[in-house]
């Protein structure tokens, strides 16, 4: 019988045996499995110290525990999960008895290790009138525990948050942009900043979330971004903030929003901040929305209305625009095949024109205008035989619900 052969093979742990055989009691403590297995065969008792499985790793475990209590002492977290590492003793004699006593009831040594290391920390919490649940997928607060080095290592997940962010002047890039002369060390051109401008969107929303969360840092990922010199007006751009290793979790987020506009000084506005779960990073980062922009156009020669609204027809629709000349040198050479869902303006004096153009994400407005040398095509200067340019983009608004339309298509050149 298999309990038998087994604690005839050397002094075995009541843990060690019971994980021998632990899809038979499922429910039952490994040690109460491991007892029940022992009565059955009449073996005597071990002392854990003797097991030669694991040494009576299970009974220090709750010192790991409470170290671990101690760590989240001033952190606010509401799951978590331990990790760990396997002493190179453990996994040999683990290797030993799969091989020598086979066994298809058995469950590994580590999963009864991190499952009591979690019963141990949730007893610790509790002393300090303290809960929290494990979770597998991404818990608040992560331990690993390395037997052999007999240390804690405590992870603390980023805390996201959701929102939209209006930037209401123009300058202001969405990340920090390092000096294009000294590449961010600081040089004459830069007055020694080491920046191209001196702020940027998530430098004026993430810090007053990071000291909110008392964070270590943190970034902004914004669901695509307009150009410096274009403001973001109307409901704004969707983000996710993140922040590192926050030692608070919960806020008033309607007050967090006003003391971050309070401080913007009305360069940026930010609204409807939420809590906002993992997958939401690479769903705003994915999003490809469609976006409505106000185009203010200057052209060579007088326009009447009437040839401009026959230009707008004429680039309503598909269009074909190759990488534009101003970004060729930092991303892939393309022709991107994009959709203009409506275009309507008119000339506000003989030589400009004010425009509303709603496309599809992906849309190089400025050159849809200018043609970018035949880059864009059809574009509005091509249709009026002109020369035409932006001097001054908004977005008017980031449209979440994109319509169905011709799904945009790239092809590499050359
Ligand atoms: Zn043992
Ligand atoms: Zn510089």
């Not at 979790?249 to 000084?265: E, H």
Request: hydrophobic content about 40%; aromatic content about 6%.
């Amino acid at each position: 019988m298999y309990a038998e052969e087994l604690t005839a093979a050397g002094p075995i742990c009541d843990v060690c045996l019971g994980q021998r055989v632990a899809k038979i009691g499922h429910g039952l403590a490994a040690e109460v499995r491991g007892r029940l297995a022992r009565a059955v065969c009449l073996a005597s008792a071990c002392a854990p110290e003797r097991c030669w499985v694991c040494g009576g790793l299970f009974v220090h475990l709750s010192s790991y525990a409470d170290r671990a209590a101690e760590l989240a002492e001033d952190l606010e977290f509401a799951t978590f999960l331990f990790g760990v590492r396997m002493p190179a003793r453990l996994e040999a004699t683990q290797e030993i008895l799969d091989a020598r006593f086979p066994s298809r009831w058995a469950e590994p040594v580590h999963r009864e290790v991190t499952r009591s290391l979690g019963r141990a920390f949730e007893r610790a919490l509790a002393r300090t009138g303290r809960t929290a649940d494990v979770d597998f997928r991404r818990p608040d607060l992560r331990f690993t525990v390395d037997l052999d080095a007999g240390a804690v290592e405590p992870y603390v997940a980023s805390l996201l948050l959701t929102g939209r962010y209006r930037k209401l002047v123009r300058g202001i890039p969405q990340t920090r942009w390092p000096c294009r002369s000294c590449g961010g060390a600081g040089c004459g051109q830069c007055g020694g900043t080491g920046r191209q401008y001196p702020v940027s969107v998530e430098e004026l929303v993430v810090p007053p979330l990071v000291e909110a969360f008392g964070g270590e840092g943190g970034r902004l990922h914004g669901a695509g971004r307009e150009d410096v010199d274009a403001r973001m007006l109307g409901r704004g751009r969707p983000f996710v903030a993140e922040v590192d290793t926050p030692h608070r979790r919960s806020g008033d987020l309607d007050a967090l929003s006003r003391a971050v506009n309070a401080q913007a000084g009305g360069k940026v506005e930010v609204h409807e901040l939420r809590y906002a779960s993992a997958d939401s990073v690479e769903r705003i980062k994915a999003a490809r929305a469609d976006k409505r922009y106000r185009a203010r156009v200057a052209f060579s020669r007088a326009v009447a209305d009437e040839e401009l609204t026959d230009a707008l027809r004429c680039v309503t629709g598909v269009v074909e625009q190759r990488t534009p000349l101003r970004v060729r040198h930092r991303r892939a050479d393309l022709i991107r095949r994009r959709y203009v869902r409506q275009a309507t303006g008119n000339m506000v004096t003989s030589l400009e024109a004010e425009l509303v153009i709603t496309g599809q994400a992906g849309l190089y407005i400025k050159e849809l205008i200018s043609g970018d040398g035949g880059g864009t095509r059809p574009s509005l200067a091509e249709a009026l035989g002109i020369k035409a340019r932006v001097v001054e983009l908004d977005v008017l608004d980031v449209l979440d619900e994109t319509p169905s339309g011709p799904a945009s298509e790239s092809r590499q050149l050359g």
